[in-house]
């Protein structure tokens, strides 16, 4: 079965650094798109990035060259940097992968930025 285990959440101060991963299993890993969202309470699950199986990256103008999204294939893994972060930015970041029609989705990680 389709299996997402994000980690490397965690308290970092505004303008710090995190680097988030998704260890994935139970698909052909590297011939799928992987996708990472992120959900504050109360508000609907946010798109952040996407990796293409041939490695291009996309992600919606307002994240944008803070976040970096990839992936390895001998792994089984995709990752997010996120850099210069912002309070705003604290929500669960979720792993996604649509594999035949259907949406899997990981646990999710806790990322909070504050003081």
Known sequence: QVQLVESGGGLVQP???????????????????MKWYRQIPEKQRE????V???GSAN???SMK??????RDNAENTVFLAMNSLKPEDTAVYYCNV????VDYWGQGTQ???ST
């Open 15 to 33: 303008g710090g650094s995190l680097r988030l991963s998704c260890a994935a299993s139970g698909f052909s890993f590297r011939y799928y798109p």
């Open 47 to 50: 798109w952040v990035a996407t």
């Open 52 to 54: 293409t199986a041939a």
């Open 59 to 61: 992600y919606p103008d």
């Open 65 to 70: 060259g803070r976040f970096t999204i990839s």
């Open 98 to 101: 649509n594999v035949r029609w």
């Open 111 to 113: 990322v909070t930025v």
